[in-house]
């Protein structure tokens, strides 16, 4: 068979790589939207670099929009397989997509008028809301730890990664010529402690293992240290300066592990007593996913909900989800936070929070993610003076701070540690993905010093024999 890595090689988005069996059956691992490179951004999308309808299954790992993204719109150009993933990474699905969706119509919406006023031909979004909606049909959920057939010569089993609710390493087993191929692809790997979810758990050996490598070169504080990280940064911003506390935050994830935390302090009565919002319509459908699915907690979240039925509510925190009451945030004078996507400021309504709040020294803007190095949050992070934020440029003078520790990603000690599952003397050939190529080259040696061997680092468009 060939494995053809078609995105997240050699950088952090658009997650796709391609099977082909020698029977010509087409596996699809993952089908992420490539993220944060402004116009170039929908030409990589629009070209996938093969026919969605001849695609046979795609095999997703969990529901960030940059490994499950471009699913409607490989249903819109004719793709009519399976979509096999857990039942959580599902219920997650039809809700983001939807979302990514009224984007894609929103934001090309407001190109439209730009290009109208020039001159300049319009354009279609990549796909829509009924997009979104539609390709749901094609879904099958599998629980965790189930070896589901897909066909008389394809299985697959999910194992946790605790990197978000569903998540899991896709355990493939594929028969050719007789002898069965193990293929374990990672997806992104969680840390070990997670405030909310389960611990990752080992995965059955593999042949060939497809990881990836995001923080590759770094080392994550403790959780509980970012916890307490962020009510300092709450209190610093919201009582000694009286200014608003803007969190960019991915909705599904980051936005109920900080909303936890702060209801941890809540109740501890350590919570200064200003208004919380979280404002994302997403967040809001997201949280309700959770809710659905308690068998993705680990133990001490479980405890948690025996005396604390709503660990994701308190008062004073306030969920918006109207338009119009997220502009009114914009004329709320008290001092706040405002928990709103997306995590990487490339998109949604934390990009007119930004406006309103970034150039203001009594303001905080808090990044508690990675963010690719071409997105507006990696330019605000590296300590650009002015950014542009909907065709307006902006003087940063609010105070930026970061929190790396509530990444869903593990470190590289971390991730080593989780791969520990596996004996390296079995494996054939070991590809990194999902990281920036300076990062997985140390990542790669790293990973030979623990005794790996036979490591790749395929370039897009790379295909491999195995």
């Given at each position: 068979?060939?494995?053809?890595?078609?995105?997240?090689?050699?950088?952090?988005?658009?997650?796709?790589?391609?099977?082909?069996?020698?029977?010509?059956?087409?596996?699809?691992?993952?089908?992420?939207?490539?993220?944060?490179?402004?116009?170039?951004?929908?030409?990589?999308?629009?070209?996938?670099?093969?026919?969605?309808?001849?695609?046979?299954?795609?095999?997703?790992?969990?529901?960030?929009?940059?490994?499950?993204?471009?699913?409607?719109?490989?249903?819109?150009?004719?793709?009519?397989?399976?979509?096999?993933?857990?039942?959580?990474?599902?219920?997650?699905?039809?809700?983001?997509?939807?979302?990514?969706?009224?984007?894609?119509?929103?934001?090309?919406?407001?190109?439209?008028?730009?290009?109208?006023?020039?001159?300049?031909?319009?354009?279609?979004?990549?796909?829509?809301?009924?997009?979104?909606?539609?390709?749901?049909?094609?879904?099958?959920?599998?629980?965790?730890?189930?070896?589901?057939?897909?066909?008389?010569?394809?299985?697959?089993?999910?194992?946790?990664?605790?990197?978000?609710?569903?998540?899991?390493?896709a355990n493939l087993q594929i028969?050719?010529?007789?002898?069965?191929?193990?293929?374990?692809?990672?997806?992104?790997?969680?840390?070990?402690?997670?405030?909310?979810?389960?611990?990752?758990?080992?995965?059955?050996?593999?042949?060939?293992?497809?990881?990836?490598?995001?923080?590759?070169?770094?080392?994550?504080?403790?959780?509980?240290?970012?916890?307490?990280?962020?009510?300092?940064?709450?209190?610093?911003?919201?009582?000694?300066?009286?200014?608003?506390?803007?969190?960019?935050?991915?909705?599904?994830?980051?936005?109920?592990?900080?909303?936890?935390a702060l209801n941890n302090f809540?109740?501890?009565?350590?919570?200064?007593?200003?208004?919380?919002?979280?404002?994302?319509?997403?967040?809001?459908?997201?949280?309700?996913?959770?809710?659905?699915?308690?068998?993705?907690?680990?133990?001490?979240?479980?405890?948690?909900?025996?005396?604390?039925?709503?660990?994701?509510?308190?008062?004073?925190?306030?969920?918006?989800?109207?338009?119009?009451?997220?502009?009114?945030?914009?004329?709320?004078?008290?001092?706040?936070?405002?928990?709103?996507?997306?995590?990487?400021?490339?998109?949604?309504?934390?990009?007119?929070?930004?406006?309103?709040?970034?150039?203001?020294?009594?303001?905080?803007?808090?990044?508690?993610?990675?963010?690719?190095?071409?997105?507006?949050?990696?330019?605000?992070?590296?300590?650009?003076?002015?950014?542009?934020?909907?065709?307006?440029?902006?003087?940063?003078?609010?105070?930026?701070?970061?929190?790396?520790?509530?990444?869903?990603?593990?470190?590289?000690?971390?991730?080593?540690?989780?791969?520990?599952?596996?004996?390296?003397?079995?494996?054939?050939?070991?590809?990194?993905?999902?990281?920036?190529?300076?990062?997985?080259?140390?990542?790669?040696?790293?990973?030979?010093?623990?005794?790996?061997?036979?490591?790749?680092?395929?370039?897009?468009?790379?295909?491999?024999?195995?």
């Amino acid at each position: 068979m060939k494995i053809k890595f078609i995105g997240a090689a050699r950088e952090v988005t658009g997650s796709k790589h391609l099977i082909t069996t020698n029977l010509g059956k087409r596996i699809l691992l993952d089908c992420g939207m490539f993220q944060g490179k402004g116009l170039e951004t929908d030409g990589m999308n629009r070209d996938l670099m093969f026919d969605p309808s001849r695609i046979d299954h795609i095999i997703l790992t969990h529901a960030h929009i940059d490994h499950a993204g471009l699913i409607p719109y490989m249903y819109k150009m004719g793709f009519r397989g399976s979509v096999v993933c857990s039942n959580a990474t599902r219920d997650l699905c039809a809700i983001m997509l939807a979302d990514s969706g009224f984007i894609q119509e929103h934001d090309t919406l407001t190109f439209n008028k730009r290009r109208a006023k020039n001159g300049i031909p319009l354009v279609t979004p990549i796909y829509t809301q009924a997009d979104a909606t539609e390709c749901m049909s094609l879904f099958i959920g599998v629980p965790n730890e189930m070896k589901f057939r897909i066909d008389e010569n394809i299985k697959v089993k999910f194992t946790n990664t605790g990197h978000m609710l569903g998540s899991g390493v896709a355990n493939l087993q594929i028969i050719e010529n007789g002898q069965i191929k193990r293929i374990a692809y990672t997806g992104d790997i969680g840390r070990p402690v997670d405030p909310i979810l389960a611990t990752p758990q080992p995965f059955p050996q593999a042949d060939i293992l497809i990881t990836e490598s995001t923080y590759g070169d770094r080392l994550h504080h403790d959780v509980q240290v970012a916890e307490e990280d962020l009510l300092k940064v709450v209190v610093d911003t919201c009582v000694t300066k009286g200014g608003k506390l803007i969190i960019p935050a991915f909705s599904v994830g980051r936005t109920q592990e900080i909303v936890f935390a702060l209801n941890n302090f809540f109740n501890q009565g350590r919570l200064p007593k200003i208004d919380i919002f979280v404002d994302s319509p997403l967040a809001v459908n997201a949280t309700t996913v959770f809710r659905m699915h308690p068998e993705c907690y680990n133990k001490n979240f479980l405890h948690v909900l025996e005396t604390d039925p709503d660990p994701f509510g308190f008062d004073n925190l306030f969920y918006i989800t109207k338009v119009e009451d997220s502009k009114k945030l914009n004329d709320h004078k008290k001092p706040c936070v405002i928990i709103s996507a997306s995590g990487m400021m490339e998109a949604g309504r934390v990009k007119h929070h930004l406006a309103n709040n970034i150039s203001d020294t009594k303001n905080t803007i808090l990044i508690v993610g990675y963010c690719a190095p071409t997105t507006l949050g990696a330019r605000i992070v590296r300590g650009d003076k002015e950014v542009s934020i909907h065709g307006t440029v902006y003087e940063v003078r609010a105070e930026v701070k970061k929190i790396e520790s509530f990444s869903g990603h593990g470190d590289y000690k971390e991730m080593i540690s989780f791969l520990s599952c596996q004996d390296k003397s079995a494996l054939e050939k070991t590809f990194i993905v999902h990281g920036e190529y300076e990062t997985q080259k140390k990542y790669a040696a790293s990973l030979m010093n623990e005794g790996y061997k036979n490591i790749e680092i395929p370039a897009k468009g790379q295909e491999y024999d195995v």
